[in-house]
């Protein structure tokens, strides 16, 4: 009898025990954040979309509100490499917080191409849903230019004109940097304790007008990002 009862004690310890590793695998899961690393922590993050093809980024934490990442990524032209500064500004809850972000990109010259460079600073407020998924919008400013235009060597570029390809007619100037104002709408979700997905929509702008494909935005004027991050 005694040897009964004392089984069904353990089996109900058993139990319970497996309940709580499993609320707190819940909570963990919960509490993962894809936008940087906690503090002292590293994470791996890997990006595709438009108009890049690739993104490997490296970040660090260095702390709970603060991180910065290094990166290389590739677009069908050519290849970059940059960094990734992420920072909290204010958080006035756990379902609500105001944060910067901002890469830095350095395109290498390669053959029938200049370098350039290219940066998107931009300010969002993101929320945190009853399923654990975030959601964020935004603006932000991107900012691209030759390095020849930046060092004040050249101001604009000579290249042929296809619309006029008559005699006298078939070269154009082409501004060597460009300036967009952008508003992006984004969604994350943990899959683990250790990974999440996101995706985010950035139409380029000026001012209040959608851009449009010229100089150096040759097709769709809009960063598209689809990407996971994994806490090391």
């Given at each position: ?189 943990p899959i683990s304790n250790k990974c999440s997905y996101l995706i985010e929509v950035a139409p380029l702008m000026k001012g209040f007008k959608f851009a449009t494909p010229h100089g150096l935005v040759h097709d769709l004027p809009a960063i598209v990002t689809l990407g996971f991050s994994y806490?090391?």
């Amino acid at each position: 009898m005694f040897g009964i009862i004392f089984k069904m004690i353990m089996i109900c310890l058993t139990g319970l025990t497996s309940l709580n590793e499993a609320n707190g695998q819940i909570h963990k899961i919960n509490n993962y954040d894809y936008l940087m690393p906690a503090k002292g922590k590293s994470m791996l993050e890997l990006y595709s979309g438009i108009p890049y093809v690739a993104i490997g980024q490296y970040s660090y934490g260095f702390s709970s509100r603060f991180s910065v990442g290094v990166f290389c990524g590739r677009t069908p032209a050519v290849v970059g490499i940059g960094i990734r500064i992420k920072s909290v500004i204010v958080q006035p809850s756990n379902s609500m917080r105001i944060y910067i972000k901002s890469p830095l990109v350095y395109y290498p010259k390669m053959k029938g191409l200049d370098s350039w460079v290219l940066a998107w600073p931009s300010l969002n407020v993101e929320w945190k849903l009853k399923n654990e998924a975030r959601v964020w919008t935004g603006v932000g400013v991107v900012g691209a230019a030759c390095t020849d235009y930046l060092f004040g060597s050249e101001m604009e570029k000579t290249v042929s004109d296809p619309e006029n390809p008559s005699a006298g007619t078939d070269m154009k100037k082409e501004p060597m940097s460009e300036l967009w104002n952008s508003i992006q709408f984004g969604y994350s979700k943990p899959i683990s304790n250790k990974c999440s997905y996101l995706i985010e929509v950035a139409p380029l702008m000026k001012g209040f007008k959608f851009a449009t494909p010229h100089g150096l935005v040759h097709d769709l004027p809009a960063i598209v990002t689809l990407g996971f991050s994994y806490s090391l």
